[in-house]
């Protein structure tokens, strides 16, 4: 047996996964489409044993780590997301590469169950052989990687589709190349100037834009019965509130959403608005105004969301909290913009806020326990935007937990956040727009998963973020008040830029030529998200409709339970 073990281990790997391979060869049925299926996976799987056959003991172990390492990050993935890897995931992740850390610590448990079924692939390659093979030792050693490139090939022809159900080692790499051939041969051009033209005076108050972090909008008592208080559905003295209700993110991750925020990429044009136009950070300065970024997610001068530090040049004032715990960092957020908002300087500001990405166990002090039973607590007290949920398996009785703890985070990254900032900003020469990066997927239906967003088969809470104007009630901006029964429940991130650059001043009609309609005009929004932002080589985006009709929202909470709502 001892003399076929290298072959055994490699069975078990593949029989491991059995599972993955049957259940695409199910779904293509019998045809010509499972004959090339099946040509390809034979392909693919004498190559990986031809692998395990190259005699040089160090050419062996680099290509058993390498494979090694493709199959566990695409395990490890199927794993969290119980979702299959797709290129577009692919290309997100690469982008959302600043937070390796936190993923490591956060789906450590994961990774561990990834490294241990992989191991077999491993060392069965990894083995020194027995038996010598039959064919030239440079045939063995170019048969995985011309493996891949074929792969590759394939994946290219087809925009990144047609790995599925193929032995999944090769997917990973097969992926990297073709991300690596894309950003050779990235021709979008360099950015522009800013070229629109101002009609309006030089803009004499603050222009605030609040995106916080994974807050769904059903969530929230301005949109739901049950939601959970926000103290933006009370009227304020000195204060004028527009719920504009239920929006659509632009995408369901935060990369995408944040990076077209900060440029007003469209629906039809996204990639060259975002690769080569302004930022909203130019369109700012060439208005004459003061500029700052408030970012609380991330510390030591760390950039993210694929912000550069040529656009960072932009930025007068760059804020984070190095030496604050995540759990008060959106209260020094609200504590900061008050600073801004009560300096009579007009400036604009843009905010990232901690919110509620997971884990959601410590974001939120005792006294604002409203929601029990809860996910244990202590353990991620400094865990901005990840963290493993010990003992958190994606069933039911999790989630009802989850839920909890998220409610609980609600209310006070939300609730106290604007409660302070009523209480002690000057808001008489300011306009702040309230939203989301995008909702979240609290898997109230029961799905399986252990993740709340950027999933590759959304449903429609991923996208659904609350979208709120709030202005002086003495301050002469837009009329808001117009057509906001029109645009309610009706309009989406895409409308926020074009609302920014008429705030500023510029001439309506360039703005909605070039970016779309603002908050200002009826939008029409089509009311969809993108799930597939990262569309290569060909492929077209996907976009997910919101239908309102069938949103699911909190239920009533036991009087003992709502205390603070």
């Known amino acids: 047996m001892i003399r076929y073990l290298k072959e055994i281990l490699m069975a078990v790997s593949f029989a491991t996964h059995y599972d993955y391979y049957f259940s695409r060869i199910s779904a293509l049925g019998v045809g010509f489409p499972l004959m090339l299926f099946g040509g390809m996976f034979v392909v693919l799987t004498v190559a990986l044993l031809m692998a395990a056959y190259v005699r040089q003991t160090l050419i062996r172990h680099c290509l058993a780590l390498v494979i090694f390492a493709s199959a566990v990050f695409f395990d490890v993935y199927s794993r969290v997301t119980a979702d299959y890897l797709t290129y577009s995931s692919f290309v997100s992740l690469v982008y959302s590469g600043g937070f390796i850390e936190e993923a490591l610590y956060q789906y450590r448990d994961a990774i561990i169950s990834g490294v241990l079924t992989s191991l077999p692939l491993l060392v069965g390659i990894a ?10 030792g440079a045939w063995l050693v170019a048969a995985p990687l011309m493996a891949t490139l074929l792969l590759s090939a394939v994946l290219f022809v087809r925009a990144g589709e047609g790995a599925r159900g193929l032995p999944f080692m090769y997917t990973p790499l097969a992926y990297l190349n073709l991300f690596a051939y894309e950003a050779l041969h990235n021709t979008v051009g360099p950015r522009e100037p800013v070229t629109l033209a101002r009609t309006g005076q030089p803009v004499s108050h603050d222009i605030v834009l609040v995106i916080d972090e994974s807050v769904s909008g059903n969530y929230l008592d301005i949109n739901t019965p049950y939601g959970v208080h926000s103290n933006l559905k009370e009227p304020r003295p000195g204060v004028d509130i527009f719920n504009f209700g239920y929006a659509a993110s632009i995408a369901n991750c935060s990369v995408d959403t944040n990076v077209t925020l900060r440029y007003g990429g469209t629906r039809a044009d996204y990639v060259r608005i975002n690769s080569t136009l302004p930022s909203i950070w130019q369109y700012a ?14 510390t030591g001068g760390h950039l993210q969301n694929l912000m550069s530090e040529t656009e960072k040049k932009d930025i007068d004032q760059f804020v984070q909290f190095d030496q604050t715990s995540v759990r008060e960092r959106d ?35 005792d006294g604002f326990m409203a929601y029990r039973p809860t996910l244990p607590r202590g353990q991620f007290v400094e865990v901005a935007d990840s963290g493993e949920r010990d003992g958190f398996n ?12 998220y409610k609980n985070t609600l209310l006070w990254n939300v609730g106290e956040f604007f409660s302070r900032v009523f209480a002690q900003a000057n808001l008489n020469n300011a306009l702040l727009i309230y939203t989301s990066d995008h909702g979240q997927d609290l898997h109230e239906r029961g799905n ?57 001043g510029y001439d309506l009609a360039a703005v909605q ?15 969809t998200f993108n799930y597939r932002f990262n569309a290569r080589l060909g492929a077209s985006p996907e976009w997910k409709h919101i239908d ?4 699911v929202v909190p239920e009533k909470a036991p009087t003992s339970v709502a205390v603070g709502q």
């Open 127 to 136: 083995l020194k052989p027995r038996r010598r093979a039959p064919v030239p």
């Open 285 to 298: 300065k060439k208005a004459g105004m003061h500029t700052v970024y408030i970012d609380a997610q991330r």
């Open 331 to 365: 209260m020094a957020v609200a504590a900061k913009m008050i600073e801004l908002l009560n300096d009579d300087q007009p400036q604009l500001v843009i905010v990232n806020k901690v919110g509620a990405h997971f884990p959601v166990h410590d974001k939120y002090p």
């Open 394 to 405: 994606g069933q039911p009785d999790d989630w009802v937990l989850y839920r909890n703890a």
């Open 448 to 504: 399986p998963g252990l993740n709340t967003h950027c999933g590759g088969a959304p449903v429609a809470e991923e996208g659904l973020v609350p979208l709120v104007v709030i202005q002086g009630s003495g301050l002469k901006t837009l009329d808001w008040q117009a057509h906001l029964a029109d645009n309610k429940d009706r309009s989406s991130h895409y409308n926020i830029f074009p609302t920014l650059l008429q705030l500023m």
């Open 513 to 527: 030529a070039q970016y779309g309609k603002p908050l200002s005009e009826p939008t029409a929004d089509e009311f």
């Open 548 to 551: 309102l009709q069938n949103i």
